[in-house]
């Protein structure tokens, strides 16, 4: 269009100049010019007319879509867009707690070993002022088949791999497949990081059956599968290297731990939501050392050879007004677990002070027959009653149970004690990224004494949104 | 053990294997369209109500049963449910619902977004990085989001992709026509300035020409403090406030004692469908919101 008022422009121009020129020689010659012209811009103009007719076409005849920007216009995310979820956890505490100096549940057998440094079992002896782990989780899909996830402990000069794993993603049919180190999917708060319990310490029982972590975490293969039902129906079964107590690492080929698993689930109107377990873990152990007590009140070690099976029951129930956990919830979780194992024990005197087991310290060891069959269970409520508010108790009773030593009950203290534990708490959460905790525990987990335990709690987590697991 | 697994996964293929296109939509309003679009041909399951906040569900049992089973999964998008929507995804064991595949369908890929942040920092509060996920308030986004659902819908059958577009076109022209109703309804409110519980009618107003001048929670996702309140009064000097808006999902106290305090009416509106008796239906919520709104300015 443009092209063509030029045009226009220029025998306008040579209209205008007409009565300057004089003579009709010179006035003939001028119109046979603008004859020319004007036969020359009328064919443009017919062409550029022809040329609009065909594009206005073109136009009509493509979809709409495309003659439309696209609706959303996103600037090339730089290679970084491709960076992991990273979030960081910070935890820490103030615990006032009597001193005791090795630190254990009576009638049960130490998962810490028999390292003196830690106590019976490490990091619930701490007192006073304390970082707790600091935990780095980086994660994201690692192509359209795998996500993976990592999750990194550190404190004062270690950094631990709590976690490192692989997850399936488009295998389908409710099949989900997890490779590398992961918390195991037995019980209900096995597979919860410490900064989502909701309480300051993991249940005694778990304490007692995994050991400082409060969990059972394996190396290994995790297969789950979920039901197509409107019933929420899950199965699992892992296989791993089963290195951590009640397991022992080994040098060997194929698994050292298997585990069996089944949830159900559901919702009981808008307002309830409910899940229950049933979960079995088989354990292999080798040399499998702890700490015992001789009878006459030496110490004494004894190592453990052969299996350990778990069962574990667990169930959940939450409750929010109109399902919706904002302003008020209440969640009760209950768990109860049953520990066997069978095998030998061999009772040695590591530190050749002449105990039962080597009353010469020439460096001999009893072994014996070793059976023992153990409960505990746990429950607890937490009501968060404003959106920033919550409080909660938990009771846990365990039972020593029966405990066969064979021969070697003549040269060890074999503790019959049922331990207790009362805990209450409040917190208060100013966001859902930041939470502080004020605990009190009636403790009576070891024979003889009642420990008031009092514990002041942060946890913040900063980055990526975490998830809300059930 | 296997062949018990073997008998499981049999039994588990042969219930997939239905003729209903099944949808899983995690919040009402898409929940609602996608049935405009499907009608009979296609069952929908909505996660949420709208009594609850979108942004503090927990990965339920019963969502992941749901999941498992979905061809379709319709999602807000715009990290809405990035606190359980990923874990549900992950834990479905459901590949064709995975993001990036056809059957993961997000609405707030399919409009502009509004008050995309341009700091990202949680001072600020629970900020989304991509933008607003409140989208749905404005029916014009609603039509965009239909548009590609029933396309994506069309894609994942084949069969029914014909009824699909049909029954979009036929709500598309009622949409039209409804869209100019409330518009010519709600000229009065242009202009009008209001206090929001929850920065979740940005689409509304921008779309009505609401005039946002004060959010009762500090920062997003952090609830109101009576300091706040106090200061957010005593700061509309020039121009006062007309009402305060929430969302039913949204406890009544805060704008209550707003109301209470300066005479200004708090209005609750649905927010989704659902969200009151006259809310039954995406027609009805704008109908309901509509109406609610002018009725506080009489």
């Known amino acids: ?470 | 053990m296997r062949k018990l697994l073997c008998l499981c996964l049999l039994a588990g293929t042969s219930l997939l294997a239905r003729a209903d296109l099944r949808v899983f939509a995690t919040v009402p309003e898409w929940g609602a369209l996608a049935r405009e679009i499907g009608g009979e041909h296609v069952t929908v399951y909505t996660a949420t109500h709208a009594l609850q906040d979108p942004h503090r569900i927990e990965a339920r049992p019963s969502l992941l049963a749901q999941a498992r089973r979905a061809d379709l999964l319709v999602a807000a998008g715009a990290e809405l449910e990035s606190g359980w929507l990923p874990l549900v995804l992950r834990d479905s064991g459901n590949a064709v619902i995975q993001p990036g595949r056809p059957g993961y369908f997000e609405a707030a890929a399919q409009v502009k977004l509004l008050n995309v942040p341009t700091v990202l920092d949680r001072a600020h509060g629970d900020v989304h990085a991509a933008g607003n996920p409140h989208l749905h308030l404005d029916p014009r986004n609603v039509l965009k989001v239909g548009e590609a659902l029933s396309v994506r819908m069309g894609e994942l059958d084949p069969a029914r992709a014909q009824a699909y577009q049909a029954a979009f076109r036929t709500f598309a022209g009622r949409w039209q026509a409804a869209i100019g109703r409330w518009e010519k309804q709600g000229a009065a409110l242009r202009g009008v300035p209001v206090f929001v519980h929850h920065e979740s009618f940005v689409y509304l107003s921008n779309w009505l020409g609401l005039r946002e001048i004060g959010t009762l929670e500090p920062k997003p996702g952090v609830e109101p403090s009576s300091g706040h309140l106090t200061s957010l009064l005593a700061r509309q000097q020039g121009q006062q406030a007309r009402m305060v808006l929430r969302a039913a999902y949204n406890s009544d106290a805060a704008s209550q004692w707003v109301a209470g305090k300066s005479g200004m009416p708090a209005v609750m509106l649905p927010y989704t469908v659902g969200g009151s008796p006259a809310a039954s239906d995406l027609a009805g919520l704008f109908d309901d919101t509509l109406q609610r709104l002018l009725q506080a300015l009489r």
């Open chain 1, 1 to 470: 269009m443009l092209h063509s008022s030029r045009w226009v422009l220029a025998a306008a121009g040579a209209l205008v100049s007409l009565p300057a020129l004089a003579g009709d020689a010179d006035l003939q010659a001028v119109r046979a010019e603008i004859s020319q012209l004007k036969a020359a811009y009328e064919q443009r103009i017919a062409a550029l007319e022809a040329r609009l007719q065909t594009a206005e076409q073109q136009a009509a005849s493509r979809p709409a879509a495309i003659a439309e920007p696209p609706p959303v216009s996103r600037a090339a995310a730089p290679a970084s867009g491709f960076n992991p979820e990273v979030s960081l956890i910070l935890q820490g505490q103030y615990k006032n707690m009597k001193d005791v100096a090795e630190r254990g549940i009576t009638g049960f057998v130490p998962a810490g070993g028999h390292d003196h440094d830690h106590g019976g079992i490490a990091g619930i002896s701490k007192r006073g002022f304390s970082v707790d782990h600091t935990e780095l989780v980086l994660a994201a899909n690692i192509d359209p088949y795998w996500r993976g996830q990592a999750i990194l402990a550190a404190l004062d000069g270690e950094v631990e791999i709590e976690e490192a794993w692989v997850q399936s993603l488009a295998i389908g049919h409710g099949i989900g497949v997890k490779g590398g180190r992961w918390r195991s999917g037995i019980g209900y708060l096995n597979e919860q990081h410490p900064h989502a319990w909701d309480f300051a310490d993991a249940p005694l029982m778990y304490q007692a059956l995994f050991g400082e972590h409060g969990s059972y975490t394996q190396d290994g293969l995790q297969f789950k599968w979920l039901a197509p039902t409107p019933l929420f129906l899950e199965f699992g079964a892992e296989l791993g290297r089963g290195a951590n107590f009640p397991g022992s690492d080994r040098n060997k080929n194929g698994a050292g731990a298997g585990a069996l698993f089944a949830h159900v689930g559901g919702d009981v109107g808008l307002a309830n939501s409910w899940r229950a377990g049933l979960s079995y873990l088989k354990t292999r152990a080798r040399e499998r050392e702890a700490h015992f007590e001789d009878v006459g009140g030496l110490e004494a070690v004894g190592a453990f050879d052969g299996r350990s099976t778990t069962w574990v029951a667990d169930f959940v129930w939450k409750w929010a007004p109109d399902g919706n956990p904002k302003y008020r919830n209440f969640k009760f979780q209950t768990e109860y677990f049953q520990r066997r194992e069978k095998g030998s024990l061999s009772c040695s005197d590591d530190e050749l002070a002449g105990n039962a087991c080597d009353p010469l310290a020439a460096g001999d060891s009893v072994t014996s027959a070793y059976k023992t069959r153990q409960s505990g269970w746990y429950a607890q409520g937490v009501y968060q009653f404003t959106p920033n508010w919550r409080a909660g108790l938990r009771y846990e009773q365990l039972d020593s149970g029966s405990r066969n030593f064979g021969a070697n009950a003549a040269n060890l203290v074999v503790d019959s004690y049922r331990p207790k534990k009362t805990t209450a708490m409040a917190d208060y959460s100013w966001s859902e990224f930041s939470r502080v905790r004020l605990q009190y525990a009636r403790d009576q987990s070891m024979q003889g004494l009642t420990d008031h335990q009092w514990t002041l709690q942060y946890i913040m987590s900063l980055g990526a949104h975490g998830a809300h697991k059930f």
